[in-house]
């Protein structure tokens, strides 16, 4: 594991107007992939988190290029996003996860709201994307 922090300079000792809104940043190896807790800020100094995952794959022709997904979190969404996080974490820590079928397991929100069943989300089906 690596761990970055600070706001990176350029050889003339100015802050590079890229890394600007990087605050802290720290970098976990876990297998084929990559991932990136950035930490930033806006222009108002708010704080946010970009979760980046990077995995590296073998293109056409033989290239390597690294396909990236990133999430990003807002301060008000911390607590509610931990929480989600740890539940499903425990979840399968706990060992509740055998014998279930994905389609039966509930999904809900925090505040009391209505819990809703997997079941109860659209069918999206994918394989006539790209057919006319």
């Not at 590079?16 to 990559?34: L, M, S």
């Not at 425990?90 to 009391?112: F, L, M, P, Q």
């Amino acid at each position: 594991m690596e761990e970055e922090s600070g706001i990176k300079e350029d050889v003339n000792g100015s802050e590079d107007k890229n890394q600007k809104d990087e605050i802290f940043t720290k970098v976990v190896r876990a297998g084929k992939r990559t991932y990136f807790f950035d930490v930033k800020a806006t222009r108002k100094e708010d704080y946010y988190l970009t979760i980046t995952e990077s995995k590296k794959r073998l293109g056409k022709e033989g290239k390597i290029f690294y396909e990236k997904h990133k999430i990003f979190l807002y301060k008000e969404d911390f607590e509610k996003f931990t929480d989600g996080l740890r539940d499903a974490v425990d979840y399968i820590g706990n060992g509740r996860h055998e014998g279930k079928v994905s389609g039966t397991a509930v999904v809900s929100e925090s505040e009391g709201s209505e819990a809703i069943t997997a079941g109860e989300f659209t069918n999206i089906e994918f394989d006539d994307l790209g057919k006319k």
